[in-house]
Protein backbone atom coordinates (compact mmCIF):
# COMPACT_ATOMS: atom_id res chain seq x y z
CA UNK A 1 0.00 0.00 0.00
CA UNK A 2 1.35 3.56 -0.53
CA UNK A 3 0.37 7.34 -0.86
CA UNK A 4 0.26 9.90 -3.46
CA UNK A 5 1.71 13.18 -2.42
CA UNK A 6 -1.68 14.90 -1.88
CA UNK A 7 -3.10 12.28 0.53
CA UNK A 8 -5.03 9.77 -2.62
CA UNK A 9 -4.78 6.32 -1.52
CA UNK A 10 -3.79 3.76 -3.63
CA UNK A 11 -3.61 -0.09 -3.51
CA UNK A 12 -1.89 -2.56 -5.34
CA UNK A 13 -4.18 -6.21 -6.13
CA UNK A 14 -3.08 -9.91 -7.45
CA UNK A 15 -5.71 -12.28 -8.77
CA UNK A 16 -8.38 -11.96 -11.62
CA UNK A 17 -10.50 -9.25 -10.42
CA UNK A 18 -11.86 -5.97 -12.50
CA UNK A 19 -10.04 -7.61 -15.51
CA UNK A 20 -6.69 -7.25 -14.73
CA UNK A 21 -3.99 -9.94 -13.39
CA UNK A 22 -2.33 -7.63 -11.05
CA UNK A 23 -3.30 -3.67 -11.11
CA UNK A 24 -2.31 -0.36 -9.04
CA UNK A 25 -6.00 1.34 -8.12
CA UNK A 26 -6.54 4.56 -6.11
CA UNK A 27 -9.65 4.82 -4.02
CA UNK A 28 -11.35 6.42 -6.35
CA UNK A 29 -11.71 3.25 -8.32
CA UNK A 30 -8.92 4.74 -10.98
CA UNK A 31 -6.71 2.49 -12.30
CA UNK A 32 -3.48 3.86 -12.80
CA UNK A 33 -1.38 0.97 -14.34
CA UNK A 34 -2.00 -3.09 -15.03
CA UNK A 35 -1.44 -5.89 -16.64
CA UNK A 36 -4.78 -7.29 -17.99
CA UNK A 37 -5.76 -11.02 -18.48
CA UNK A 38 -4.84 -10.93 -22.06
CA UNK A 39 -1.22 -9.58 -21.55
CA UNK A 40 -1.51 -6.25 -22.33
CA UNK A 41 -0.73 -3.46 -20.07
CA UNK A 42 -2.23 -0.57 -18.81
CA UNK A 43 -0.83 2.83 -17.74
CA UNK A 44 -2.33 5.98 -16.43
CA UNK A 45 -0.66 8.73 -18.14
CA UNK A 46 -1.70 10.99 -15.49
CA UNK A 47 0.78 8.75 -12.92
CA UNK A 48 3.01 10.83 -10.69
CA UNK A 49 6.26 10.62 -10.42
CA UNK A 50 6.83 10.40 -6.81
CA UNK A 51 4.53 8.65 -4.54
CA UNK A 52 5.86 8.52 -1.21
CA UNK A 53 9.29 9.28 0.45
CA UNK A 54 8.88 6.68 2.76
CA UNK A 55 7.47 3.72 1.15
CA UNK A 56 7.17 2.88 -2.87
CA UNK A 57 8.22 5.20 -5.48
CA UNK A 58 8.06 5.25 -9.45
CA UNK A 59 10.73 5.36 -11.36
CA UNK A 60 11.63 6.36 -14.79
CA UNK A 61 14.88 6.20 -16.00
CA UNK A 62 17.03 4.36 -18.61
CA UNK A 63 16.10 0.72 -17.87
CA UNK A 64 13.18 1.25 -16.88
CA UNK A 65 9.30 3.52 -18.96
CA UNK A 66 7.74 2.96 -15.58
CA UNK A 67 8.54 0.89 -12.50
CA UNK A 68 7.85 0.88 -8.98
CA UNK A 69 10.58 0.68 -6.19
CA UNK A 70 11.38 0.73 -2.52
CA UNK A 71 13.36 3.18 -0.56
CA UNK A 72 16.39 0.15 -1.07
CA UNK A 73 15.69 -0.14 -4.91
CA UNK A 74 14.24 -3.04 -4.73
CA UNK A 75 11.50 -3.32 -7.73
CA UNK A 76 7.91 -4.51 -7.33
CA UNK A 77 6.66 -4.60 -10.68
CA UNK A 78 7.49 -2.38 -14.07
CA UNK A 79 7.47 -1.86 -17.30
CA UNK A 80 11.30 -2.10 -19.19
CA UNK A 81 11.87 -0.08 -22.26
CA UNK A 82 12.17 -2.85 -24.07
CA UNK A 83 8.42 -3.03 -23.50
CA UNK A 84 9.26 -6.51 -21.51
CA UNK A 85 7.42 -6.75 -18.09
CA UNK A 86 9.02 -7.30 -14.96
CA UNK A 87 8.40 -10.79 -13.08
CA UNK A 88 5.39 -10.93 -10.86
CA UNK A 89 6.02 -14.22 -9.57
CA UNK A 90 7.69 -13.04 -6.34
CA UNK A 91 5.20 -10.15 -5.70
CA UNK A 92 2.28 -12.55 -6.12
CA UNK A 93 3.53 -15.59 -3.92
CA UNK A 94 4.56 -12.47 -1.51
CA UNK A 95 1.95 -9.91 -1.22
CA UNK A 96 0.51 -9.85 1.90
CA UNK A 97 3.94 -9.73 3.32
CA UNK A 98 5.40 -6.77 1.36
CA UNK A 99 1.78 -4.78 2.07
CA UNK A 100 2.75 -5.22 5.77
CA UNK A 101 6.34 -4.34 5.60
CA UNK A 102 5.29 -1.38 3.34
CA UNK A 103 2.85 -0.20 5.09
CA UNK A 104 2.86 3.45 6.75
CA UNK A 105 2.13 4.47 10.30
CA UNK A 106 -1.80 3.14 10.96
CA UNK A 107 -2.03 0.43 8.18
CA UNK A 108 -1.21 -3.16 7.82
CA UNK A 109 -1.96 -6.17 9.37
CA UNK A 110 -4.10 -5.55 12.44
CA UNK A 111 -4.90 -8.81 13.43
CA UNK A 112 -1.84 -8.87 16.80
CA UNK A 113 -3.91 -5.81 18.07
CA UNK A 114 -6.21 -6.59 20.58
CA UNK A 115 -8.40 -3.29 19.91
CA UNK A 116 -8.31 -1.10 16.97
CA UNK A 117 -8.93 2.10 15.53
CA UNK A 118 -9.33 2.72 11.70
CA UNK A 119 -10.46 5.37 9.53
CA UNK A 120 -13.81 5.47 7.97
CA UNK A 121 -13.63 2.65 4.47
CA UNK A 122 -13.74 4.82 1.68
CA UNK A 123 -13.67 1.34 -1.11
CA UNK A 124 -15.35 -1.64 -1.41
CA UNK A 125 -13.93 -3.73 1.55
CA UNK A 126 -13.92 -7.26 1.33
CA UNK A 127 -15.00 -9.88 4.30
CA UNK A 128 -14.14 -13.42 4.32
CA UNK A 129 -15.60 -15.98 6.73
CA UNK A 130 -13.27 -18.79 7.31
CA UNK A 131 -14.67 -22.26 8.67
CA UNK A 132 -17.99 -24.18 9.33
CA UNK A 133 -21.57 -22.64 8.63
CA UNK A 134 -23.07 -25.56 9.52
CA UNK A 135 -26.02 -25.49 11.12
CA UNK A 136 -26.00 -21.66 11.74
CA UNK A 137 -29.28 -19.84 12.55
CA UNK A 138 -30.80 -16.89 13.80
CA UNK A 139 -30.53 -18.72 17.40
CA UNK A 140 -27.63 -21.22 16.30
CA UNK A 141 -24.61 -19.44 16.54
CA UNK A 142 -21.46 -20.82 14.43
CA UNK A 143 -17.65 -19.74 15.27
CA UNK A 144 -15.46 -18.96 12.35
CA UNK A 145 -12.85 -16.68 11.45
CA UNK A 146 -13.33 -13.33 9.68
CA UNK A 147 -10.69 -11.69 7.85
CA UNK A 148 -11.18 -7.76 6.77
CA UNK A 149 -9.67 -6.21 4.31
CA UNK A 150 -10.69 -2.37 3.74
CA UNK A 151 -8.55 -1.94 0.65
CA UNK A 152 -6.97 1.28 1.81
CA UNK A 153 -4.03 -1.18 3.72
CA UNK A 154 -5.88 -1.84 6.62
CA UNK A 155 -6.10 -6.02 7.09
CA UNK A 156 -7.19 -8.37 10.33
CA UNK A 157 -8.10 -11.82 11.49
CA UNK A 158 -10.23 -12.64 14.49
CA UNK A 159 -12.55 -15.41 15.63
CA UNK A 160 -16.49 -14.45 15.50
CA UNK A 161 -19.69 -15.70 16.52
CA UNK A 162 -21.94 -15.54 13.48
CA UNK A 163 -25.42 -16.07 13.64
CA UNK A 164 -28.54 -15.14 11.07
CA UNK A 165 -30.27 -11.92 11.86
CA UNK A 166 -33.75 -10.57 11.17
CA UNK A 167 -37.39 -10.58 11.01
CA UNK A 168 -38.78 -10.67 8.15
CA UNK A 169 -35.84 -10.79 6.09
CA UNK A 170 -35.34 -14.18 7.58
CA UNK A 171 -37.64 -15.88 4.26
CA UNK A 172 -35.00 -14.19 2.40
CA UNK A 173 -32.89 -16.41 -0.08
CA UNK A 174 -29.88 -13.62 0.74
CA UNK A 175 -29.26 -14.08 4.83
CA UNK A 176 -28.27 -11.08 7.04
CA UNK A 177 -25.75 -11.62 9.31
CA UNK A 178 -25.10 -10.31 13.17
CA UNK A 179 -21.52 -11.19 14.70
CA UNK A 180 -19.49 -10.38 17.70
CA UNK A 181 -16.02 -10.19 17.16
CA UNK A 182 -13.29 -11.56 19.67
CA UNK A 183 -9.51 -12.07 20.75
CA UNK A 184 -7.62 -14.96 21.24
CA UNK A 185 -8.02 -15.09 24.54
CA UNK A 186 -11.80 -14.48 24.45
CA UNK A 187 -11.84 -10.81 25.03
CA UNK A 188 -14.07 -8.70 23.02
CA UNK A 189 -12.03 -7.18 19.88
CA UNK A 190 -13.02 -3.73 19.79
CA UNK A 191 -13.19 -1.77 16.62
CA UNK A 192 -13.95 2.38 16.02
CA UNK A 193 -14.36 2.85 12.55
CA UNK A 194 -14.15 6.99 11.94
CA UNK A 195 -16.11 8.80 14.15
CA UNK A 196 -18.77 5.61 15.16
CA UNK A 197 -18.91 4.57 18.46
CA UNK A 198 -16.40 1.22 18.99
CA UNK A 199 -18.17 -2.27 19.62
CA UNK A 200 -17.22 -5.73 18.95
CA UNK A 201 -20.63 -5.60 17.75
CA UNK A 202 -21.97 -5.31 14.08
CA UNK A 203 -24.53 -6.71 11.66
CA UNK A 204 -23.58 -7.70 7.69
CA UNK A 205 -26.98 -6.70 5.77
CA UNK A 206 -27.85 -7.96 2.83
CA UNK A 207 -30.21 -5.36 1.68
CA UNK A 208 -32.17 -7.95 -0.28
CA UNK A 209 -35.28 -6.02 -1.09
CA UNK A 210 -33.12 -2.87 -1.83
CA UNK A 211 -30.74 -3.26 -4.85
CA UNK A 212 -29.03 -0.06 -4.39
CA UNK A 213 -28.38 -1.29 -1.27
CA UNK A 214 -27.98 2.50 0.10
CA UNK A 215 -31.69 3.88 1.10
CA UNK A 216 -31.16 2.33 5.30
CA UNK A 217 -27.57 4.02 5.33
CA UNK A 218 -28.73 7.40 3.48
CA UNK A 219 -31.37 7.99 5.81
CA UNK A 220 -29.61 7.07 8.49
CA UNK A 221 -26.83 9.69 7.36
CA UNK A 222 -29.71 12.23 7.18
CA UNK A 223 -31.33 12.09 10.60
CA UNK A 224 -27.31 12.36 11.75
CA UNK A 225 -27.46 15.65 9.43
CA UNK A 226 -30.83 16.42 11.29
CA UNK A 227 -29.71 16.25 14.42
CA UNK A 228 -26.11 17.88 14.12
CA UNK A 229 -28.04 20.36 12.56
CA UNK A 230 -28.79 21.73 16.11
CA UNK A 231 -26.52 23.90 18.69
CA UNK A 232 -24.04 21.94 20.43
CA UNK A 233 -25.81 20.73 23.89
CA UNK A 234 -28.93 20.69 21.56
CA UNK A 235 -28.10 18.03 19.01
CA UNK A 236 -29.23 14.80 20.71
CA UNK A 237 -31.96 13.53 23.15
CA UNK A 238 -28.99 12.41 26.22
CA UNK A 239 -26.98 15.31 25.96
CA UNK A 240 -27.26 17.21 29.43
CA UNK A 241 -27.24 20.94 29.76
CA UNK A 242 -23.76 22.42 29.93
CA UNK A 243 -22.96 22.35 34.19
CA UNK A 244 -19.24 23.71 35.08
CA UNK A 245 -18.96 21.43 37.49
CA UNK A 246 -19.71 18.12 35.68
CA UNK A 247 -17.07 15.96 36.26
CA UNK A 248 -18.66 13.09 34.14
CA UNK A 249 -16.91 12.55 30.77
CA UNK A 250 -19.12 10.72 29.04
CA UNK A 251 -21.19 14.01 29.19
CA UNK A 252 -18.93 16.34 28.39
CA UNK A 253 -17.49 14.66 25.22
CA UNK A 254 -19.13 12.66 22.07
CA UNK A 255 -18.78 9.07 22.43
CA UNK A 256 -19.26 8.87 19.18
CA UNK A 257 -22.95 7.33 19.72
CA UNK A 258 -25.23 8.54 17.40
CA UNK A 259 -28.82 7.04 17.89
CA UNK A 260 -28.99 5.53 14.33
CA UNK A 261 -27.13 2.95 12.49
CA UNK A 262 -24.57 3.85 9.63
CA UNK A 263 -22.90 1.36 7.57
CA UNK A 264 -20.48 0.70 4.18
CA UNK A 265 -20.50 -1.48 1.70
CA UNK A 266 -18.33 -4.78 1.55
CA UNK A 267 -18.63 -7.57 -0.51
CA UNK A 268 -18.04 -11.10 1.65
CA UNK A 269 -17.11 -14.73 0.69
CA UNK A 270 -17.36 -17.76 2.38
CA UNK A 271 -14.41 -20.10 2.35
CA UNK A 272 -13.41 -17.79 -0.55
CA UNK A 273 -16.56 -18.50 -2.16
CA UNK A 274 -18.34 -15.17 -3.29
CA UNK A 275 -22.11 -14.19 -1.68
CA UNK A 276 -22.65 -10.55 -2.58
CA UNK A 277 -22.58 -7.12 -1.19
CA UNK A 278 -23.50 -6.53 2.00
CA UNK A 279 -23.00 -3.47 3.82
CA UNK A 280 -21.45 -3.66 7.43
CA UNK A 281 -23.33 -1.84 10.04
CA UNK A 282 -23.68 -0.29 13.37
CA UNK A 283 -26.48 -2.12 15.01
CA UNK A 284 -29.02 -1.28 17.76
CA UNK A 285 -25.87 -1.20 20.54
CA UNK A 286 -26.84 0.45 23.70
CA UNK A 287 -23.60 2.08 22.97
CA UNK A 288 -24.77 3.65 20.12
CA UNK A 289 -27.91 5.14 22.50
CA UNK A 290 -25.62 6.44 24.84
CA UNK A 291 -26.70 4.25 27.26
CA UNK A 292 -25.38 1.68 29.90
CA UNK A 293 -26.48 -1.78 30.78
CA UNK A 294 -27.09 -1.36 34.42
CA UNK A 295 -29.11 1.93 34.90
CA UNK A 296 -32.59 1.34 35.14
CA UNK A 297 -33.33 4.93 33.67
CA UNK A 298 -31.54 3.87 30.46
CA UNK A 299 -34.41 2.73 28.47
CA UNK A 300 -34.08 1.39 25.26
CA UNK A 301 -37.93 0.11 24.20
CA UNK A 302 -38.26 -1.65 20.57
CA UNK A 303 -41.28 -2.02 18.75
CA UNK A 304 -41.84 -5.43 17.15
CA UNK A 305 -44.68 -5.04 15.28
CA UNK A 306 -48.02 -3.43 15.55
CA UNK A 307 -47.02 -1.91 18.56
CA UNK A 308 -49.85 0.57 20.03
CA UNK A 309 -49.10 3.25 22.98
CA UNK A 310 -52.10 1.76 25.10
CA UNK A 311 -52.31 0.96 28.72
CA UNK A 312 -51.87 -1.87 29.72
CA UNK A 313 -48.82 -1.95 27.81
CA UNK A 314 -48.88 -5.37 25.60
CA UNK A 315 -45.59 -6.48 26.03
CA UNK A 316 -45.90 -9.06 23.52
CA UNK A 317 -45.20 -6.21 20.90
CA UNK A 318 -42.17 -4.16 22.53
CA UNK A 319 -39.04 -5.56 23.44
CA UNK A 320 -36.53 -3.91 26.56
CA UNK A 321 -33.37 -3.85 24.78
CA UNK A 322 -31.35 -1.88 27.55
CA UNK A 323 -31.14 -2.22 30.03
CA UNK A 324 -29.44 -5.79 29.70
CA UNK A 325 -31.53 -8.99 31.62
CA UNK A 326 -34.89 -8.52 29.63
CA UNK A 327 -36.89 -10.92 27.49
CA UNK A 328 -38.11 -9.75 24.20
CA UNK A 329 -41.99 -9.57 24.33
CA UNK A 330 -41.88 -10.73 27.87
CA UNK A 331 -43.55 -8.48 30.53
CA UNK A 332 -41.04 -7.94 33.07
CA UNK A 333 -40.77 -7.92 36.86
CA UNK A 334 -41.88 -5.05 38.74
CA UNK A 335 -39.10 -2.52 39.33
CA UNK A 336 -37.60 0.90 38.53
CA UNK A 337 -37.67 0.13 34.50
CA UNK A 338 -41.46 -1.62 34.66
CA UNK A 339 -42.40 1.90 36.73
CA UNK A 340 -40.63 4.29 33.94
CA UNK A 341 -42.46 2.14 30.58
CA UNK A 342 -46.00 2.19 32.69
CA UNK A 343 -45.49 6.21 33.45
CA UNK A 344 -45.39 7.24 30.01
CA UNK A 345 -47.97 4.61 28.26
CA UNK A 346 -50.21 5.59 30.87
CA UNK A 347 -50.37 9.20 29.79
CA UNK A 348 -50.17 8.36 26.08
CA UNK A 349 -53.52 6.41 25.92
CA UNK A 350 -55.06 8.44 28.13
CA UNK A 351 -53.87 11.89 27.33
CA UNK A 352 -57.06 13.98 25.29
CA UNK A 353 -55.96 16.12 22.41
CA UNK A 354 -56.46 19.30 23.97
CA UNK A 355 -53.89 18.87 26.45
CA UNK A 356 -51.12 17.38 24.42
CA UNK A 357 -48.90 19.70 23.40
CA UNK A 358 -48.96 21.46 27.36
CA UNK A 359 -48.38 18.18 28.82
CA UNK A 360 -45.76 16.78 26.12
CA UNK A 361 -42.63 18.13 27.52
CA UNK A 362 -43.07 16.36 30.54
CA UNK A 363 -42.96 12.82 28.93
CA UNK A 364 -41.64 13.25 25.29
CA UNK A 365 -38.81 14.93 23.48
CA UNK A 366 -40.44 16.98 21.30
CA UNK A 367 -37.40 18.61 19.12
CA UNK A 368 -36.57 14.98 17.94
CA UNK A 369 -40.08 13.86 17.69
CA UNK A 370 -40.99 16.85 15.30
CA UNK A 371 -37.62 15.81 13.30
CA UNK A 372 -39.00 11.89 13.40
CA UNK A 373 -42.49 12.66 11.97
CA UNK A 374 -40.79 15.27 9.78
CA UNK A 375 -37.91 12.67 8.38
CA UNK A 376 -40.27 9.91 7.98
CA UNK A 377 -42.91 12.03 6.06
CA UNK A 378 -40.47 13.33 3.51
CA UNK A 379 -39.67 9.60 3.19
CA UNK A 380 -42.62 8.12 3.07
CA UNK A 381 -41.04 5.82 5.82
CA UNK A 382 -44.10 3.44 6.78
CA UNK A 383 -42.49 0.54 8.12
CA UNK A 384 -41.26 3.18 11.18
CA UNK A 385 -44.89 3.47 12.53
CA UNK A 386 -45.87 1.04 14.37
CA UNK A 387 -43.00 -1.42 13.94
CA UNK A 388 -38.43 -1.18 14.57
CA UNK A 389 -39.32 2.31 16.14
CA UNK A 390 -36.48 2.47 18.64
CA UNK A 391 -38.47 4.43 22.00
CA UNK A 392 -35.59 5.55 24.68
CA UNK A 393 -35.37 7.61 27.36
CA UNK A 394 -32.11 8.51 29.85
CA UNK A 395 -33.90 9.54 33.06
CA UNK A 396 -36.67 7.66 32.78
CA UNK A 397 -39.28 10.39 32.17
CA UNK A 398 -38.70 11.78 29.21
CA UNK A 399 -38.75 9.50 25.98
CA UNK A 400 -37.23 10.44 22.15
CA UNK A 401 -38.41 8.64 19.21
CA UNK A 402 -35.43 7.22 17.26
CA UNK A 403 -35.68 5.82 13.46
CA UNK A 404 -34.31 2.05 12.14
CA UNK A 405 -34.58 -0.15 9.63
CA UNK A 406 -35.22 2.73 6.56
CA UNK A 407 -34.77 0.78 3.51
CA UNK A 408 -38.63 0.18 2.36
CA UNK A 409 -38.50 4.43 1.71
CA UNK A 410 -38.53 6.83 -1.38
CA UNK A 411 -41.37 4.43 -2.58
CA UNK A 412 -39.50 0.89 -2.33
CA UNK A 413 -42.35 -1.55 -1.28
CA UNK A 414 -42.12 -3.83 1.90
CA UNK A 415 -40.84 -6.54 -0.22
CA UNK A 416 -39.10 -4.74 -2.89
CA UNK A 417 -41.00 -5.35 -5.72
CA UNK A 418 -42.61 -2.00 -6.42
CA UNK A 419 -42.44 1.48 -6.53
CA UNK A 420 -45.22 3.31 -4.65
CA UNK A 421 -47.34 6.62 -5.42
CA UNK A 422 -45.43 9.60 -4.64
CA UNK A 423 -48.31 11.55 -3.13
CA UNK A 424 -49.72 9.43 -0.54
CA UNK A 425 -49.74 10.60 3.58
CA UNK A 426 -47.71 8.93 5.80
CA UNK A 427 -50.69 6.32 7.46
CA UNK A 428 -50.93 7.71 11.40
CA UNK A 429 -53.66 5.34 12.95
CA UNK A 430 -51.64 2.52 14.52
CA UNK A 431 -49.48 5.24 16.14
CA UNK A 432 -51.31 7.53 18.58
CA UNK A 433 -48.29 9.56 19.53
CA UNK A 434 -47.82 10.53 16.16
CA UNK A 435 -51.19 11.30 15.74
CA UNK A 436 -51.74 13.91 18.16
CA UNK A 437 -47.99 15.48 17.50
CA UNK A 438 -50.03 15.76 13.73
CA UNK A 439 -52.75 17.37 15.73
CA UNK A 440 -51.49 19.69 17.23
CA UNK A 441 -48.01 21.22 16.23
CA UNK A 442 -48.56 21.42 12.49
CA UNK A 443 -46.82 25.22 12.78
CA UNK A 444 -43.64 23.78 14.64
CA UNK A 445 -43.95 20.41 11.60
CA UNK A 446 -43.95 23.49 8.70
CA UNK A 447 -41.46 25.48 10.31
CA UNK A 448 -39.06 22.05 10.83
CA UNK A 449 -39.68 21.10 6.98
CA UNK A 450 -38.62 23.99 5.62
CA UNK A 451 -35.77 24.80 7.55
CA UNK A 452 -34.02 21.57 6.54
CA UNK A 453 -35.81 21.49 3.46
CA UNK A 454 -33.41 23.85 1.64
CA UNK A 455 -30.21 22.06 3.05
CA UNK A 456 -30.77 18.46 4.66
CA UNK A 457 -34.38 17.39 2.51
CA UNK A 458 -33.03 19.27 -0.63
CA UNK A 459 -32.76 16.99 -3.52
CA UNK A 460 -29.19 17.72 -3.87
CA UNK A 461 -27.86 16.92 -0.64
CA UNK A 462 -29.86 13.43 -1.16
CA UNK A 463 -28.26 13.03 -4.59
CA UNK A 464 -24.70 13.34 -3.18
CA UNK A 465 -25.38 11.21 -0.55
CA UNK A 466 -26.73 8.59 -2.67
CA UNK A 467 -23.97 8.77 -5.00
CA UNK A 468 -21.42 8.86 -2.75
CA UNK A 469 -22.19 5.22 -1.02
CA UNK A 470 -23.21 3.92 -4.42
CA UNK A 471 -19.79 5.33 -6.46
CA UNK A 472 -18.28 3.23 -3.26
CA UNK A 473 -19.71 0.03 -4.52
CA UNK A 474 -19.07 1.05 -8.24
CA UNK A 475 -20.52 -0.86 -11.26
CA UNK A 476 -18.34 -3.57 -10.98
CA UNK A 477 -20.09 -4.38 -7.19
CA UNK A 478 -23.29 -3.74 -8.67
CA UNK A 479 -22.64 -5.99 -11.75
CA UNK A 480 -20.79 -9.05 -9.52
CA UNK A 481 -23.95 -8.99 -6.91
CA UNK A 482 -26.71 -8.93 -9.85
CA UNK A 483 -25.03 -11.77 -11.04
CA UNK A 484 -24.84 -14.24 -7.84
CA UNK A 485 -28.15 -12.78 -7.08
CA UNK A 486 -30.76 -12.93 -10.12
CA UNK A 487 -34.27 -12.64 -8.36
CA UNK A 488 -33.30 -9.43 -6.43
CA UNK A 489 -37.00 -7.80 -6.41
CA UNK A 490 -35.77 -4.62 -7.24
CA UNK A 491 -34.10 -5.61 -10.15
CA UNK A 492 -36.15 -7.68 -12.15
CA UNK A 493 -39.44 -7.73 -14.50
CA UNK A 494 -42.89 -8.14 -13.34
CA UNK A 495 -43.20 -11.67 -15.40
CA UNK A 496 -46.97 -12.99 -14.33
CA UNK A 497 -47.65 -13.12 -10.92
CA UNK A 498 -44.04 -12.27 -9.75
CA UNK A 499 -43.73 -8.67 -9.32
CA UNK A 500 -40.60 -6.39 -9.66
CA UNK A 501 -39.09 -3.23 -10.38
CA UNK A 502 -35.90 -1.52 -11.46
CA UNK A 503 -34.68 0.51 -8.46
CA UNK A 504 -31.61 3.40 -9.04
CA UNK A 505 -30.70 6.79 -8.04
CA UNK A 506 -32.43 8.01 -11.13
CA UNK A 507 -35.95 6.06 -9.99
CA UNK A 508 -35.23 7.80 -6.30
CA UNK A 509 -34.78 11.46 -7.55
CA UNK A 510 -37.96 10.95 -9.63
CA UNK A 511 -40.06 10.06 -7.02
CA UNK A 512 -38.58 12.31 -4.52
CA UNK A 513 -39.55 15.63 -7.20
CA UNK A 514 -42.63 14.34 -7.21
CA UNK A 515 -43.17 13.94 -3.95
CA UNK A 516 -41.85 17.34 -2.50
Known amino acids: ?148 NDMQGNYFEKPIELTYQGSSSMAYPKKNYAFDMFNDDGSDFVVKFGEWVGTNSYHFKANYIDFTHARNIVCARMAHQTNKSYPIGQQFPWEVPYNPDNATITDRYDTGARGVIDGFPVEIFINGVYQGLFTWNLKKHRDNYHMVKDNPNNIQFEMLGNSQFVYPVLWDKWEIRNPKGFDAAVEPANGVVKDNINRFFQWAATVHQNNFKAQAPDYLHVQSLIDFYVLAQAWYAYDVVTKNTQLCTWDGNIWAFLLYDLDTVFGLHAFGYSIGDPTLDLHLSGNRILSLLANTHQDEIKARYWEIRESILSPKNIEMLFSEFMNTVGIDGYNRDATKWTDIPSNRLTVGDKLGCYTSLPQVMDWYNKRI
Do not use: C
Not at 23 to 29: C, E, F, Y
Not at 40 to 59: A, G
Open 1 to 148: TFYLTGGILFNYFSGLLFNYIIHVMDNNKQIWWGIRNDGSVFQNNQIEKQLSDRLLTVINDREWEFAVIDNVGQVYFGIRRDNSIYPFDSLINNIEEIINNSSNVGHGNHTKETSLQLPFPRSLARVDFVGDLTGIGKDDAVNVMLKF
